[in-house]
């Protein structure tokens, strides 16, 4: 496994994300035998790494008949093959690592379609990698001619490949817009339900799963690998003032995640977008707790999700021996909580802060509608909970309890 630095002072976070490669690599069925992190001035576009450290590396590969070498880093179509062929073994990147954890991983249709709309993605420009074989048969004689006839074939082959996987990509695109159109009727759902939705957000393997099932005691798989959970599970669940609310589990986030793999996967993440109130779990006993952390706010951001109203619960902290870690982390994160989702300890605390949010999202009301105006009546009665309702001459006296989002369409109603 090969992760890059460029200055001494990133080679121990380098050395860090290379444990986290190990642990995707175990959680895929590989046995990581070396980890190298390279220092780098400047990055080759023909093999990535510089000429000599490629060969200190093809050394290294034969000398332990590796299988398959690692990079941390992604790396181009070109630069793949290039490695391929001078280390004489297969060359494969983070990326392309993560969509075969997916893919192994992956129970829902919804997950499958989506893995495989990632995976087809980051296979297009790879196709060429397939037909190898055909330059060196063109290499090894047989004539100009027959140099020219499997040139010919090779790229007919590679166009009609190309086809076929964009046709693919199609397909995969219209399922997963009918599976979105049904997860959108669901959620619409539970939106008039008017259940408060929580969506439990956090880095892999930081303890999601093991938090749903402490609090709902949903049978939902818990390991101590990475993606262990690809598939949301959503659990209704009554807090202590008997509130009802809706907790889902969402897939975990990961430092570098491939932006294919967050498009492929949207549908599945705007559970949290989509959701009232996020609870953001960080794993307190993890020494890259703070990156992680930063790393599941980069994905909110490019969900548009970063804003959102935020409970941060620091787990394991059982386990977690560096309390200035867990000081820095309620200084950066507010409303934060201390938990062991294993063994349920902060709960307390996190009920009621879990109540508070809820208590802010909605608002009760009076209001003096005039009935010629009953249009935005209906759309109270739809989006509100209505808790009286009186007709007065030409208007409608309402008290009803709305989302703070209305609070600015009902202000020219009020009454005093």
Known sequence: ??????????????????????????????????????PIREFDPGTFLGKGKVEEIKGLVA???????????????????????????????????????????????EAKIQIELATCRYQLPRLTRLWTHLSRQRTGGGGKGGGGYLKGEGERQIEIDRRLLRTRIDRLQADLEEVKKTRETQRRSRKRSGIPTFAIIGYTNAGKSTLLRALTDADVLIEDKLFATLDTTTRKFSLPNRQEILLTDTVGFIRKIPHMLVAAFKSTLEEAVQSDILLHLIDASNPAAQLQAQATFEVLRELGASKHPMITLLNKVDRCDDRHLVGRLRIEYPKTVEISALDRTGFDRLMELMIQEVSLLRKVVRLKIPQSDYSAVSMLMREGKVLSCEYEENDIHLEVEIPRSLEHFVSQFEMG
């Open 1 to 38: 496994m090969i992760g890059t630095y460029q200055g001494g002072k990133e080679k121990p976070q380098t050395e860090e994300q290379l444990g986290e490669l190990a642990s995707l690599c175990d959680t895929y069925g590989l046995e990581p035998a070396l980890h190298l992190p390279c």
């Open 63 to 109: 000398e332990h008949a590796f299988d398959l070498v690692i990079f941390d880093d992604e790396i181009s179509p070109q630069q793949q093959r290039n490695l391929e062929k001078c280390f004489e073994c297969l060359v494969i990147d983070r990326t392309e690592l993560i969509l075969g954890v997916f893919a192994q991983r992956a129970h829902t249709r």
